[in-house]
């Protein structure tokens, strides 16, 4: 009876070592998935702001000409008529930049008013039927189909 009570005790210690093994196993495992997932989200983190920095450095470049064409029209602006058509020419360039990278005007004149892509700064009464649009006092624009700005408008009673 001795040897059978020696071995089973034998196969308890077997078995409590094993399982010691095994927790330690299992910690380090779980120890070296944090890390890995750790070393993972600072180099995400890390592509992103890269990403973000390409990203702006993309539209600066885009940009530029507009720029210089900005500073020689400041440099160069002998008359009041000279001077305003290279500011609208200006404009147009860099309207045009804006609206390939995704930009567009909400146009809204005449139109009923839509809390989700307007703002009401003021009423006023009218001839028309209420909530029509009478002015637009400043542009809104979508971004990709995303609302960058409110129109702010002015609208009957």
Known sequence: MTGKKESK????KITEKTKEQKIIELTNDLQRV????????KRTEQENIKFKECSEAELIKMLLPTLDNFELALKN??????FSKGIELIYAQLY???????????????????????EALLTEESDKEPNIILEELQKGYTFKERILRHTKVKVSK
């Open 9 to 12: 005790k034998s196969a308890e």
């Open 34 to 41: 944090q890390a890995e997932f750790e070393n993972y989200r």
């Open 77 to 82: 602006k002998t008359t009041t008529k000279e």
């Open 96 to 118: 045009e930049i804006l609206e390939n990278a995704g930009l567009k005007k909400i146009e809204c004149t005449g139109e009923k008013f839509n809390p989700y892509k307007h």
